[in-house]
């Protein structure tokens, strides 16, 4: 399945995107199957995320025991995660899927990581 990019108005299919290249001037070179080079001059980091893949899901895994460790004023809070994403650029990511949306519990500002949460025990010394 084909995936799109949007680079200066225009959408480009990642399938012909041969390589890219940062400049220190943050600026992109996309170079095409086809020879030509689009330079893009503004949100290229943006751009790179969305030609590497990093919030394309390709993939989902539902898992258990898992919860995310968020920081906020009051500590840190632990959400459950039911679903992980594998995207485009090889990653897994923890999805929130307890919402009208999904989203990417990574990307929530005090996100700190994954935690295993241990199982239930039925009783002492279990």
Aim: charged residues 20%; negative net charge.
């Amino acid at each position: 399945m084909s995936r799109f990019v949007e680079v200066e108005g225009a959408l480009i299919n990642v399938d012909h995107i041969v390589s890219v290249q940062r400049h220190k001037n943050y600026t992109l070179s996309i170079f095409l199957d086809n020879g030509n080079v689009i330079k893009v001059d503004c949100a290229c980091g943006h751009i790179w995320k969305a030609i590497a893949g990093r919030d394309f899901i390709v993939a989902t895994a539902p898992c258990g025991g898992v919860s995310a460790a968020i920081d906020n004023e009051e500590g840190t809070r632990f959400y459950p995660v039911r679903q992980l994403g594998i995207t485009g650029d090889g990653k897994v990511r923890p999805l929130c899927v307890q919402t009208d949306r999904v989203e990417f519990l990574d990307d929530w500002p005090g996100y700190k990581g994954m935690v295993h949460t241990a199982p239930p025990s039925d009783g002492p010394g279990l």
